[in-house]
């Protein structure tokens, strides 16, 4: 069952990708094991600070109406993405933040296993399940707040 959920999650992230099939081969035998993929077709994906979005997922995490979306961890850049349902009009402010969409490139490893410092704390399923915006506007709210009670605390 996990190899059918891992090959429905590559062909869903490969989808992304300009040259589907040429995505797939980097992901299985190039030198890094990562590939550049458009976001604005099928997913967005906004990027926080490290603290603030690790936190984020811990409170999206603990929402049980909540199913967790793709979230991708660069832990070189100290940056956490979540992926989100393309939509051109947004716009997200807040320091530190930043959203990707379309024009933008994301580094992405497969599904199957991270890269590096490029990791997946929540792999996509395949399903094309991504987070809602509202619950995550809400989630960086609740860990915002909580990251000022600890710098005063």
Not at 24 to 39: I, M, P
Not at 94 to 106: H, L, N
Not at 116 to 138: F, H, K, N, R, T
Request: glycine share 12%; charged share 20%.
């Amino acid at each position: 069952m996990v190899a059918v959920a891992s090959k429905r999650a590559v062909e869903w992230l490969a989808a992304a990708a300009l040259d589907p099939r040429e995505c797939k081969r980097q992901w299985e035998y190039g030198e890094n094991g990562t590939v550049l993929l458009a976001a604005g077709r099928f997913w967005d994906v906004l990027i926080l600070p490290e603290d603030l979005g690790l936190l984020a997922l811990d409170i999206l995490l603990c929402i049980p109406q909540c199913e967790p979306g793709p979230t991708l961890a660069d832990f070189g850049a100290r940056r956490i993405g979540f992926f989100l349902p393309p939509d051109p009009s947004s716009r997200w402010i807040g320091t530190g933040i930043r959203y990707a969409g379309k024009g933008a490139w994301i580094v992405v490893p497969t599904p199957a296993r991270g890269s590096g410092a490029i990791q997946w704390l929540v792999p996509p399923d395949g399903s094309g399940v991504l987070y809602s915006a509202g619950a995550l506007e809400l989630a960086i709210h609740e860990a915002a707040a909580e990251l000022a009670r600890q710098l005063v605390g």
